[in-house]
């Protein structure tokens, strides 16, 4: 029986074109479900037009002046992702979960001798950054884990990436990003009002990854590696904290009391990023040789930069037929105008995407809603970030004249196969699905 001996090596390797500053980290960043506001939600986020709440901050601030009352409100959410894969006819499953707050919100009317002014502060959490993978099969195609080692006399063998192995990948990725909100709207005509929010923003998102790679072709055994290589395992991190704000503006025209008109612009917002990467490696070596190995130790590999990204413009609309609301909304996004200096895949594509909701009143303490829309990926022809549909349904309820309730469900699920890259193997075939429970508590004084 051979012998076999266990050396662990740290490489920490500068990987800045990898894993930084390119677009498709970017779009990670910003792209998602923005789960602020529990009957937002329920609509499937068409709420430009409606704004009847605290997130009116996030979707149009000009809808705050609908609020007539002191209002407190405080939302918490659960959320569970389960991913599954099928790679080279073998089926991986995994499930990530979490529970956090939402938001906590404070809405305070300045009594005003006609119209309405109101202010508003509120601390939200969303862009949850949760995903979880696991495969394992024969792998064909060479991937990114360097491998290296020197002996103890100083002799370096030849850096070399390995293939036709077998492939194990564990992946958990866990983040946010939270937000620090100030609003203020004011009523310019019985017809219209208008309104500005500034949304200070901090998050971290956390990837881990552990990998393994074994030989069982006895492929790597070539007397220039110094030693038959057997098993490379090991755990790579990626670290980053965010930091950045924007500013929306909106206007919100009501023609009629059964009819709105919602129009908000986000102003480019700006994302800071620090960056630290690490990858500690472990090799399982067949019949060492007697020549010690040492290890191989580099400092780790960290990047600041940062990202503008483009105007989004949003209109909406919602109109009242009896005890039923209907509203829909469509956001468009210039990301041809955003660059990252990312290379290649840094030419983006507009986006343009339609929300719609419906609320039915079943008396004037309980309702019902749903919604659908979808989220759209700027990349063309990147599998690694299709379209993303999401389903909401909700109620909203009076428990006293004071005290309200909302609860929202939503579902989401999207399929891709992974093009290759350092994060998933090519040919990956990926199936997520999303589910989140939110509840919310309003309280009007």
Partial sequence: MSKRILLFAIFLLSCQTSFSQNSRDAIEFQLGQSFTGVKAIALGDAFNSVADDYSAMYWNPAGLTQEKKITLAFSGRYISVNTGSIYASKHGQKTSNDIQVNNLSLIFPYPVFRGSLVFSVAYGRGNNYLQALTLAAFDTHPNDYKIEYQYSDGTKITPFYMENVDRSEDIDQ?????????????????????????HLISGQMFYQNNYAQSDVLDLYNDPALGQDVDVVSGTRSLD???????????????????????????IPLNFSVEEKYSDLMSIIFDDPLDIPITNDEREKSSANYSYEYPVTFSLGISKLFGPLLLTSQADFQKWSDFSSGGGEDSQLSDVFFIRFGGEYSISQFLF????????????????????????????????????AIDIALTYSNRNFISPGDDILPQNADIEEKIINGLFELNYRF
């Fill in 174 to 198: 866990r983040g946010s990003l939270d937000k620090w909100s100030f609003g203020v709207a004011l009523d310019i005509s019985p017809e219209m009002a208008l309104g500005i929010s500034l």
């Fill in 240 to 266: 980053y904290n965010i930091s950045g704000y924007d500013l929306t503006i909106g206007a919100l025209v009501r023609p009629g009391n059964d009819f709105r008109i919602g129009f908000n612009a986000q």
């Fill in 368 to 403: 019902l809603r749903a919604g659908y829309y979808t989220v759209n990926n700027p990349i063309d022809n990147v599998s690694r970030y299709p379209r993303l549909h999401v389903y909401s349904i909700g109620s909203g309820f009076f428990v006293t004249k004071k005290l």
